[in-house]
């Protein structure tokens, strides 16, 4: 029952931007923690960011600090990955999560994936 779909994927260029988005069907508040994974070919998925959908506090990978951000629209059960100084080791799929951790909201729910590719 639960969705997310992500969008907002392409083909950019080192040192460009892009944002993800990530639509909730339903409040962004009935999760406890939202984040941001990704997978290259070959390799494992990794974690980029989180955010604690109540407080809004946030967590990211080394990788990630310093150039990506991420935020929420709770008016449009949105979350968002903006990703800025773009590196051609960024390119992967990138996946939506949201994690409840109590009943009756409790679940692990992931989106599609949206492919990003950084060209150097």
């Known amino acids: 029952q639960v969705q997310l779909v992500e969008s907002g994927g392409g083909l950019v260029q080192a040192g460009g931007s892009l944002r993800l988005s990530c639509a909730a069907s339903?409040?962004?508040?009935?999760?406890?923690?939202m984040g941001w994974y990704r997978q290259a070919p070959g390799k494992q998925r990794e974690l980029v960011a989180t955010?604690?959908?109540?407080?809004?506090?946030?967590n990211y990978a080394d990788s990630a600090k310093g150039r990506f951000s991420i935020y929420r629209d709770s008016g449009e059960n949105t979350m968002y990955l903006q990703m800025n100084s773009l590196k051609p080791e960024d390119t992967a799929v990138y996946y939506c999560?949201?994690?409840?951790?109590?009943?009756?909201?409790?679940?692990?729910?992931w989106g599609q994936g949206t492919q990003v590719t950084i060209s150097s």
């Open positions: 999560n949201a994690k409840g951790e109590r009943p009756p909201y409790a679940g692990d729910y």
């Open positions: 339903r409040s962004i508040f009935s999760f406890d923690v």
């Open positions: 955010i604690i959908s109540r407080s809004a506090r946030t």
